[in-house]
């Protein structure tokens, strides 16, 4: 079942202890969409400037990924981001951000968008998150995603946005502010009394949890020696999980296939930080996945041991 993903397509300024790249092809929307490629087809809305390259929506179109929603905004400049990560890659500094044509911008989705059943509500003003969410009414599975940024100067917004979807993918410190909560469960309890049935916690170099009324699953990032660049692993991880949901449009949403869907999200994810950018992900092949899901099922599970304990 197709895919619609509404999020920033940008260039991307990042400094890592392995090298820089000035202006890169970024956005969470554009990880997203590559990740997700791999398991349906993925239809890409949001705003792009005069400045936005034929060669970087080129990189969209190889994956099969339609673009004809990309709006090319006259006189605009396209979203641009600079970050800069610590010398462990666990800590990262925005240095800057220009909303661009972001600024004013107002979602026109096609029928061809609208009439998808998967939905990704990438990490955007929560207000443009809900537009689209209301021109997708009948989709079967919605997820979102946001920042610590929204939480301080939208918070009202994003949680009805968050009260509109299934699923509510966002990293554990964000979970912790947006509830107050300094437990993680508790954060996702709270949440899940919200609305959305599935919560995802992302935990960087540690891997993610789920967390769903049925119960409590968590898988560590794929061991990784050589992280060079982790701009966008969030998006990759939720387009690969979201993307393994869409591609089994007649199964229930149970813990089980939700867990082979993060086995999904953290295989991607371990590529993407591999390069810079998208460039790992843009000749990434399908078994190259398929081979990490395999290698991260042999290091996560053990057998019962059936040790007699004292005490
Ligand atoms: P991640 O590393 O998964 O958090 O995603 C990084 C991507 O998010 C980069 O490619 C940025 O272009 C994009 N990004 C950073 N800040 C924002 C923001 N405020 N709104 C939308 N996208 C953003």
Redesign the pocket.
């Known amino acids: 079942m197709p895919i619609t993903v509404v999020?920033?397509i940008?260039?991307?300024a990042v400094k890592t202890p392995f090298g820089e790249r000035e202006r890169m092809l970024?956005?969470?929307a554009?990880?997203f969409a590559l990740a997700a490629s791999f398991f349906e087809e993925v239809l890409v809305v949001g705003p792009v400037g005069d400045d936005f390259g034929e060669s970087e929506l080129e990189v969209m179109r190889r994956r099969g990924v339609d673009v004809s929603d990309v709006e090319r905004v006259s006189g605009g400049k396209t979203?641009?981001?600079r970050?800069e990560y610590g010398w462990d890659l666990n800590s990262?500094e925005?240095l800057d951000?220009q909303?661009g044509v972001?600024e004013g911008f107002q979602p026109k989705l096609s029928a061809r968008s609208r009439e998808s059943d998967v939905l990704f509500l990438?990490?955007?003003?929560p207000d443009l998150q809900l537009e689209v969410r209301g021109q997708l009414p009948d989709a079967r599975f919605v997820a979102l995603?946001s920042?610590n940024?929204?939480i301080d100067i939208a918070r009202d917004q994003l949680v009805k946005a968050i009260e509109s979807v299934d699923c509510l993918i966002l990293n554990d410190a964000e979970l912790r502010q947006l509830t107050g909560k300094p437990n993680l469960v508790s954060a996702a309890r709270e949440i899940l009394s919200w609305g959305p049935k599935v919560i995802v916690a992302k935990q960087g170099e540690y891997g993610a949890a789920l967390v769903t009324n049925e119960g409590f699953f968590a898988l560590p990032a794929y061991p990784m020696e050589n992280v060079i660049d982790?701009?966008?692993?969030?998006?990759?991880?939720a387009g690969g999980f979201v993307g393994y949901i869409a591609a089994h449009p007649g199964e229930v949403l149970s813990d089980e296939m939700l867990r082979r869907a993060m086995a999904h999200g953290t295989a991607l994810a371990s590529f993407n930080v591999e390069e810079f950018?998208t460039e790992r992900i843009e000749r990434l092949t399908g078994d190259e996945i398929a081979a990490r899901v395999d290698e991260l099922h042999a290091i996560t599970r053990f057998s019962g041991a059936p040790l007699q304990l004292r005490g």
């Open positions: 999020g920033s940008a260039y991307d970024g956005g969470a554009v990880h979203f641009f981001w970050g990262r925005t951000t909303l972001f990438a990490n955007i003003l995603d920042m940024l929204w982790p701009t966008g692993a969030g998006d990759t991880f950018g």
